[in-house]
């Protein structure tokens, strides 16, 4: 496995592969990666002769300048997990002068699927996310794209980006891996304290109990009864939590409203920010 730093490496081995016939797949990522990342770059590998996998903190999709400053960042143990449990043939880390040598003024129309949710409490987070994956895509030019169904709202996003662009490629989106405990599986998660790791899986275990309950409540109540649940544990603080149309990402008021209603939520603990969903279907 390569590790390249700059776009023209990229593009470089990404057109020795397309010469060579390869199909190509792309799993873009932070870094820091976890089982959750490799179960995406096993997917990739096993659906594409050569998978890039990019790991870089990309600084214009967050909005929290200390949670970009604390986000982990484990590069050299990064590239020993993929080449010990894949094959992706290419890990593409720059820096960010590399990928942003001036400032990106673009600004993404993406219509109600980034206006809710993530998208309305952190200003920024999706068009950030738009800037760096439009880039990778056309450095890129992959066949398929992996991302994980942690981010619910996010693939959602991807593909609405997918269409306005008018990128020609797959969008894979794969299942949340999660803790033997029901915690999602995040790099984030490796700044939780001790007694914040303890108490997160309620988290999970709350959005499960809380299926029994659809409609048998109004979404409002259940919504009510999952956040007062969560909060009953002083350590955790649920920010929102919203039950819309998995494919909308709309809010709905009643349950004939949606064929596919999906629970996401966002809770601090601690310092922490965890985000994690639910199919209500
Ligand atoms: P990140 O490095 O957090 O930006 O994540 C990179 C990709 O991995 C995104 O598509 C995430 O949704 C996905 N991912 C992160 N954690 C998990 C998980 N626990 N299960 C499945 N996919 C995940």
Same mark, same amino acid.
């Given at each position: ?25 792309? &799993? ?10 490799? *179960?995406?770059? $096993?997917?990739?590998?096993? %659906?594409? /002769? =050569? ?77 950030? &996310? ?10 890129? *030019?992959?066949? $398929?794209?992996?991302?994980? %169904?942690? /981010? =619910? ?129």
């Amino acid at each position: 496995m390569d590790v390249v730093s700059t776009v023209a490496e990229l593009k470089a081995r990404v057109a020795d592969a397309r010469k060579a016939g390869l199909s190509v797949g792309l &799993v873009p990522t932070m870094g820091a990666l976890h089982v959750g990342h490799l *179960s995406l770059v $096993k997917r990739a590998c096993a %659906e594409n /002769d =050569f998978v890039v996998v990019s790991v870089f903190v990309n600084p214009t999709q967050f909005n929290n300048p200390e949670d970009l400053r604390t986000y982990p960042r484990t590069l050299d143990a990064d590239v020993d997990l993929l080449s010990a449990n894949t094959s992706a043939a290419v890990v593409f880390a720059p820096a960010p002068q590399e990928v942003y040598p001036q400032p990106d003024t673009r600004v993404f129309s993406l219509g109600p699927v980034a206006e809710v949710m993530e998208g309305a409490h952190r200003p920024g987070h999706f068009n950030g &996310v738009c800037q760096i994956v439009s880039k990778l895509f056309a450095y890129v *030019s992959p066949d $398929k794209a992996y991302f994980g %169904e942690k /981010d =619910f709202q996010q693939i959602a996003v991807i593909r609405q980006m997918v269409k306005i662009c008018d990128f020609k490629l797959d969008i894979i989106s794969c299942p949340i891996v999660r803790e033997a405990d029901g915690l999602a599986v995040s790099s984030r998660n490796t700044l939780l304290t001790p007694e914040h790791r303890k108490a997160a899986p309620r988290i999970h275990a709350v959005l499960e109990e809380s299926k029994a309950l659809v409609g048998r409540m109004t979404p409002a109540e259940l919504i009510k009864w999952t956040t007062d649940k969560i909060n009953q544990d002083p350590l955790l603080c649920v920010e929102y939590y919203e039950i819309v149309d998995a494919l909308t990402l709309q809010p709905i008021g009643d349950w004939s409203e949606s064929d596919a209603p999906h629970g996401c939520i966002t809770v601090q603990a601690g310092n922490v920010r965890l985000i994690d969903n639910i199919s209500l279907k």
